[in-house]
């Protein structure tokens, strides 16, 4: 009795201490990644110089998160936890160089750069080692601990939003620290496991399965790695040019805030009740129906006449990316052999990762030299390629079963 006891309070804990990971991460990546608009163009940089610092920051996170993966957790055997450590300190250093550049574009455009690659590098070894736990046999809620992380997202957009409208967008840098303070903190509270070195692998040939090997084995990745680096372009263009879509209307960093807020909150359902909906519906299924929802919504923000209608738009979220997530992360870690988990994780925001830098350069240029519009009416293209190619990769898993 006390030994079962025991181990529900240990999965208590661990289950809290992980939620409060996902919950602070959000809250970093939203004053990275998301109000990167609002302090860049601040600081007299041009819709370009934002599109290079976004893509150059999406684009050496792809080439990191596998590098890391594949040579530091199952080589050297560090173990993810302390990976996460490792590259939360790194952070603070380009943070706290933001807070003496000045006006000097060139170190800001490569500080800010810097750590918004951190930050998307760390993003997969978050999930990763919520699976760990998961594949040790505790009983984490990955629904509910990633749903935790849309709340704390909604919660920061809004108060960032009111904050930098009052004061001045040059307090993020100060915001940013302070957080990744406290993210360490929640980083290293986390208990550790046996299988939190890399889930116990050994050093033979399958610890060290490259992307090539894994596109190999299993066609359906790289379909899979297409669609979602599809649907993406859209989604970062809704994320990162909020700004600029809610500019085109005549509204401001408040509005802005809110809109993100809606979004944030409206992940909340789906997340948390994913748990629920993985055993009525496979995560094949929810995969399929969440990118439909992203080309529905695209088609919405492109159409939409006002602000109403882009606000109303992000309630869209809580079928579109907050299915998304959690059906991508238990499609994979389902499919594929435990060896490739963390690698397969990688993969994923590896290929939404490439849709930043495709949304950033390209997004960039059409904003400069066009106008919002023609930047929305490229999102929704992009959404109807994600929707269809996930139906083949998906379809691609039921015939490999």
Same mark, same amino acid.
């Given at each position: 009795m006390k030994s079962t006891l025991s181990v529900k309070n240990s999965e208590r804990v661990i289950n809290v201490k992980y939620i409060s990971l /996902? !919950?602070?991460y959000w809250m970093m990546n939203c004053a990275v990644y998301s109000f990167a608009a609002l302090f860049l163009l601040y600081n007299r940089f041009e819709n370009r110089q934002l599109g290079y610092v976004l893509a150059a920051a999406n684009l050496i996170s792809i080439i990191l998160q596998p590098a890391l993966s594949q040579q530091v957790i199952a080589r050297l055997h560090i173990s993810v936890r302390k990976t996460i450590i490792i590259i939360s300190g790194g952070l603070l250093l380009p943070l706290i160089a933001l807070l003496f550049v000045g006006k000097n574009i060139l170190v800001m455009f490569l500080m800010y750069t810097l750590s918004a690659v951190l930050i998307l590098t760390l993003q997969p070894f978050v999930n990763s080692i919520g699976f760990q736990y998961i594949n040790s046999g505790y009983s984490i809620n990955f629904g509910i601990s990633r749903g935790a992380g849309s709340f704390s997202y909604a919660i920061t957009s809004y108060i960032l939003g009111v904050l930098l409208a009052k004061w001045t967008p040059n307090l993020l840098p100060w915001i940013m620290i302070i957080l990744t303070l406290t993210f360490l903190l929640s980083v290293w509270l986390l208990p550790k496991i046996k299988s939190d070195k890399s889930s116990e692998l050994s050093t033979d040939d399958r610890t060290t399965t490259s992307i090539v090997k894994l596109l190999q084995n299993y066609k359906f990745i790289g379909v899979l790695f297409l669609a979602f680096s599809f649907l993406f372009v859209f989604h970062t263009i809704i994320s990162t040019s909020i700004t600029q879509i809610v500019q085109s209307f005549h509204g401001g960093s408040q509005i802005i805030g809110t809109s993100l807020m809606i979004a944030g909150l409206c992940e909340l359902p789906g997340m948390f009740a994913f748990s629920y909906l993985? #055993? #009525? #519906? %496979?995560? %094949? !299924?929810?995969?399929?129906?969440? =990118? !439909?929802?992203?080309f529905v919504r695209s088609i919405v923000v492109m159409v939409a006449p006002n602000l109403l209608t882009i606000e109303?738009? /992000? !309630?869209l979220q809580a079928v579109s990316f907050a299915i998304f997530i959690p059906a991508s992360a238990y499609l994979v870690n389902g499919v594929l052999?435990?060896?490739? =988990?963390?690698?397969?994780q990688t993969i994923i925001t590896a290929a939404m990762t490439l849709g930043g830098v495709l949304s950033s350069i390209i997004g960039g240029y059409l904003l400069d030299l066009l106008n919002v519009k023609s930047l929305l009416v490229f999102g929704m293209i992009c959404a109807l390629v994600g929707f269809l190619l996930t139906v083949v990769g998906i379809h691609m898993i039921k015939e490999d079963e």
């Open positions: /996902q !919950f602070i993985v #055993k #009525k #519906k %496979s995560s %094949s !299924f929810w995969l399929e129906l969440s =990118a !439909f929802f992203f109303l738009s /992000q !309630f052999p435990k060896e490739d =988990a963390v690698l397969g």
